[in-house]
Structure formats: structure tokens, C-alpha cells
């Protein structure tokens, strides 16, 4: 089936966050918006017919979780990544950020230490931090222009008793990595000699380029499933994360009650009529949409990989799934502050900053490519204009 995301809707004709003033600041509407993590597609026809079949209905009071959701999920998670999940063990949630925070106030106490790997996803930090734990980092390793977890680094701090939980990214925003079965194993090994929970946000577990695999953390084997929680959502795979709620996997039967007991406390156990509707279509329905999604993915970074080849003081780190992109800018000598107003003022380049990520990411941006091909080519255009008048 053909779409069309060469000309999507507006999103300046809602308040789309990545679009709005509050992100962009007043003079928005010269800047190429490449920042927040969704994509400007037009999302998958089923998910649209089934809103506007739930629209008709008419009446929006509560609701129970229909009874096609679970099953659509775990069909989903066995056909695409060979993972199968015993549906007991899947809780729904509001969004994967509410997941981490409860799991990081269920599993660690006040003071005790989260392990994150930076430059990470900058909601880890921040959720640690008002959570009032610990942030302890493991910074990632850069070689030869890929990214790699420090084994020894991770073996260390997991050793300390006051570090009981990890935050791992898999696949990693913002670096693109989609952890090998290898990898993970060896991560997996370490937390679980060392009493480590892995916590997993696995949200962009469904973009992964051609040669890469993505292997779900708790799909390695019981052992590893019992000292994991999982968390995913469709919202970034099925761009709806406007009217989208999330799961959260906790294979330990102990585990689950104590996670269930803080949302209980919490009272996060409302459900959302149009999440339900959307993300069962998606699963269920949404598959021939995210393949097209992917392989015009493709096509946004090989244009970046060629005209960034012709562009020496940039460099990408190729990614392995994701619809971001992790730019080195570091030859240009800026510093953090410098290389954003180079970016924003003389490029109209609206990213992310990488000193978001953690001090690790001074000197890089993060790109979100999932835009029309022409506006990505557009600001392409504009970089390397401010680059030759630098
Ligand atoms: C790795 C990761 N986790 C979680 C989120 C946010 O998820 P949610 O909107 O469901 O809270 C994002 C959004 O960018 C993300 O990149």
C-alpha cells in the first residue's frame, strides 16, 4: 500500500510540541523543528479509521481495557522480535516516563544510586534526580566512531551495594545503538552477579535498519527476565504519542505486586478510550505503515550520510535503528553554548542539544530525520550554507 510522507499535515496547526513556541522560543517559523522525538508522518490508516469509528460512538466515559489490547501486543512482540510474554506479566501505564519513575520508587530507596549510561535520553536524569536518588553514571565508550557499553565501568559500579538499578536504552537514543544478544548477555551477567534491576526502555525497539537485530532484554532467557522490567509503548513506532499510553513488563511475581502496589498508591489506573483504540490498531493493524516508515527512514539517512560525506567538520555516528541521528560537531571548536547558537542562529537548525544527554554529548547534536525528505534536504542545504560563512 502506498503513503505519502512527503506531505504531511501541518503541525503547526495544533499545538505540536515540537513545532511550539515553548520549544522553539518566539521566532519559530524559520527554524527547521528537528528536535523532539516524534515524527511529522501522517500516522497508519487503520489506526485513523479506528479513532474515527471510537469518535462515532459518542460516549467517552470509563473504560475498561478491551480485550483485544493485551493480545494484539503480545502478538505483535512474538511476530516482530520473537519474544514471547506471558500476559500476566504486562501492566498498563500512562507513559514510559511514569513506568520509570515508579520503578525507580519501588525497587530503590532514597539516596541509593541509578545506573544510567550517558550521553543518554535526558528524561533518566531527571527522573533519578526527583526521585531523589542518584545518578551514577557509566559513560558509554566512542570508538572508531561507534558507541560501546564500558563492561569494566558497569562491573565496577554495579559492585557498590547502593547502585541496585540500571536504566538501560534499548535501542539507545541518542546514539542509535540497538545492544546486541552479546552485549546484553554481558550486561545481564553483571547486574544480576551484582543484585542490579535492569530497567529497560525498549520504545524505539521497532525502527531498526536492515543487518541489525533488536533483541528485547527480557527475551534473553528466565533468568535475566526475572531481574528485568520492561517498559514499551507503540508511541514512537506508530507516531502517537499525543494519544498514547504504555506497558510495562515485570516477569518477577514479587516484583509485579510491589510495582502494582505503587500504582495502586499512586492511583495511575485510569484508561484512555482513544489510547486503547490507537495502539490496538497499530498492533494489530500497523505493520505494512512502520515498514514503509522504515524504508523511507532509509532513504532521510542516506541522503545525510552523502551530503554529510561532503561536509568535513561534521561527522554522524551511523545508527543502527532510531529516527535519530547523533551528529559530531566537535571539529568546529565550538563550545556547548556556541555550537547551539551556530546551530539555531546561523543554520535555522532547531535539534537537540548534546550536552542534554550528559556532559559526554558536548560537541554533538541530536537530528530527528523523520521529516519529509525535501525539508530534511532543505536544512541540509542551510548547514552547509552556514558552514561556508562561518
Ligand atoms: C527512550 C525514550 N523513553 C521514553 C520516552 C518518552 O515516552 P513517553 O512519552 O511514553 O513518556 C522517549 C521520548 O522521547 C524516549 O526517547
Not at 559530531?328 to 532547531?350: E, K, Q
Request: hydrophobic content about 45%.
Amino acid at each position: 500500500m502506498p503513503f505519502n510522507f512527503d506531505h504531511p499535515p501541518d503541525r503547526r496547526a495544533v499545538p505540536a510540541l515540537k513545532t511550539h513556541r515553548i520549544v522553539l522560543g518566539e521566532d519559530s517559523d524559520r527554524l527547521f523543528a528537528a528536535g523532539v522525538a516524534d515524527m511529522d508522518f501522517e500516522v497508519a490508516p487503520p489506526i485513523l479509521d479506528a479513532l474515527h469509528a471510537r469518535l462515532q460512538h459518542g460516549i467517552f466515559g470509563y473504560e475498561a481495557v478491551p480485550d483485544g489490547l493485551i493480545p494484539a501486543l503480545t502478538q505483535w512482540l512474538r511476530i516482530r522480535h520473537g519474544w514471547t510474554v506471558d500476559p500476566n506479566h504486562i501492566l498498563r501505564a500512562p507513559n514510559a516516563l511514569n513506568s520509570l519513575a515508579i520503578a525507580a520508587s519501588a525497587f530503590t530507596d532514597p539516596g541509593e544510586g541509578i545506573i544510567v549510561q550517558p550521553p543518554v535520553f535526558f528524561d533518566f536524569f531527571d527522573i533519578i534526580r526527583e526521585n531523589h536518588r542518584t545518578v551514577a553514571e557509566n559513560p558509554l565508550i566512542l570508538r572508531d566512531g561507534r558507541y560501546e557499553i564500558d563492561f569494566a565501568g558497569l562491573d565496577a559500579l554495579a559492585a557498590n551495594p547502593k547502585n541496585r538499578l540500571l536504566f538501560l536504552c534499548n535501542p539507545h537514543n541518542p546514539v542509535g545503538r540497538v545492544w546486541t544478544r552479546m552485549e546484553l548477555m554481558r550486561l545481564g551477567e553483571i547486574c544480576l552477579r551484582n543484585g542490579v534491576l535492569v530497567v529497560t526502555d525498549e520504545l524505539h525497539g521497532d525502527i531498526i535498519f536492515p543487518g541489525h537485530r533488536f533483541t528485547p532484554f527480557a527475551s534473553l532467557g528466565s533468568r535475566h527476565a526475572a531481574n528485568s522490567v520492561t517498559i514499551l509503548s507503540p508511541a514512537k513506532s506508530f507516531n502517537i504519542a499525543g494519544c498514547c499510553s504504555a506497558f510495562t513488563i515485570v516477569p518477577d511475581t514479587d516484583r509485579r505486586a510491589h510495582f502494582q502496589a505503587e500504582n495502586s498508591r499512586l492511583t495511575v489506573n485510569k484508561n484512555n478510550a482513544f489510547a486503547n483504540v490507537a495502539m490496538m490498531a497499530a498492533y494489530r493493524d500497523g505493520g505494512a505503515w512502520l515498514d514503509a516508515v522504515i524504508d523511507y527512514l532509509r532513504e532521510n539517512l542516506s541522503l545525510v550520510r552523502t551530503r554529510l560525506d561532503e561536509v568535513p567538520d561534521v561527522t554522524l555516528i551511523e545508527p543502527e535503528g532510531t529516527f535519530l541521528l547523533w551528529l559530531d560537531f566537535r571539529a568546529l571548536g565550538f563550545d556547548p553554548g556556541a555550537l547551539h547558537a551556530f546551530l539555531r542562529g546561523r543554520a535555522n537548525w532547531a535539534v537537540t542539544r548534546g550536552i542534554s544527554f550528559g556532559a559526554q554529548g558536548a560537541g554533538f547534536a541530536r537530528l530527528n530525520i523523520a521529516c519529509p525528505r525535501a525539508r530534511l534536504d532543505g536544512a541540509l542545504d542551510m548547514l552547509e550554507r552556514a558552514l561556508d560563512n562561518r
